[in-house]
T-cell receptor, first 111, second 113 residues
């Protein structure tokens, strides 16, 4: 089983739709969680950190479920510019080196 | 402001040659990471530096790969006797401390002929 798993997609949704992705992790000692986005042929960029109580940044909401060991990303009122690959990132235990990137979920927003 | 800088941005070389990739992290960032990303695939962790030390080299795919960091700043990733399967984008990232979000450079696109 992979340490971090994501549905690869692609998710193809119309502009304005709400879309959600999940990411599961296997190590219960995982401590920090992040969502990155990566545009085609570009470097990953931090989208948002994920806090235990859940957090929101504009149209984006991230949640953490420690009991079930998954994090989620919800995008409301999706825009064409949201088309990208979304990477789930998990920091396992207290070792800074154990930062694991998921393979990413591809999202395509159509007009 | 200055972000993570990588050079060269593109490198094309013949199989069997050695290549050296450079990463200049954000000033003051103690943690530095190297990743490899093959076309259409996810990030593959290579190595992590805390200061000038590399506590985790577990991701280096073979002994042809090595990396060093000096002055808690610049890092170089060296690939000896390159093979075609080494073709990929090599990404460097830095963060102020471990456990904090990473900032990525634009990457070096390496093509082995």
């Amino acid at each position: 089983r992979k340490e971090v798993e994501q549905d690869p997609g692609p998710f193809n949704v119309p502009e304005g739709a709400t879309v959600a992705f999940n990411c599961t992790y296997s190590n219960s000692a995982s401590q920090s969680f992040f969502w990155y986005r990566q545009d085609c042929r570009k470097e990953p960029k931090l989208l948002m950190s994920v806090y235990s109580s859940g957090n929101e940044d504009g149209r984006f909401t991230a949640q953490l479920n420690r009991a079930s060991q998954y994090i989620s990303l919800l995008i409301r009122d999706s825009k064409l510019s949201d088309s990208a690959t979304y990477l789930c990132v998990v920091n396992i235990a207290s070792s800074a080196s154990k930062i694991i990137f998921g393979s990413g979920t591809r999202l395509s927003i159509r007009p | 402001g200055a972000g993570v800088s990588q050079s060269p941005s593109n490198k094309v070389t013949e199989k069997g040659k050695d290549v050296e990739l450079r990463c200049d992290p954000i000033s003051g960032h103690t943690a530095l990471y190297w990743y490899r990303q093959r076309l259409g695939q996810g990030l593959e962790f290579l190595i992590y530096f805390q200061g000038n030390s590399a506590p985790d080299k577990s991701g280096l795919p073979s002994d042809r790969f090595s990396a060093e960091r000096t002055g808690e700043s610049v890092s170089t990733l060296t690939i000896q006797r390159t093979q075609q399967e080494d073709s990929a984008v090599y990404l460097c990232a830095s963060s102020p401390q471990g456990n904090q979000p990473q900032h990525f450079g634009d990457g070096t696109r390496l093509s082995i002929l």
